[in-house]
């Protein structure tokens, strides 16, 4: 059985990130706080809009006419 990916992760300068996993692809976003809590806050706020398609890097803008 996988084990489940974690949404935060500290990295070992003390600063979270929100690993956000789109389509089998890893991209990583900077929570810039090293603060547990203001990090939960925020990786719920990069998760919604990474699920909208904006904000993450490597995440092409879906609303975007081409």
Do not use: F
Request: aromatic content about 4%; some cysteine.
């Amino acid at each position: 059985m996988a084990r489940p990916k974690r949404t935060i992760q500290r990295k070992p300068s003390g600063i979270y990130q929100a690993v956000i996993w789109v389509n089998g692809t890893r991209h990583a976003k900077s929570l810039e706080t090293k603060d547990e809590r203001v990090a939960t806050k925020r990786a719920a706020q990069s998760v919604s809009s990474a699920d909208l398609g904006e904000g993450c890097r490597g995440v092409p803008d879906q609303h975007q006419e081409r």
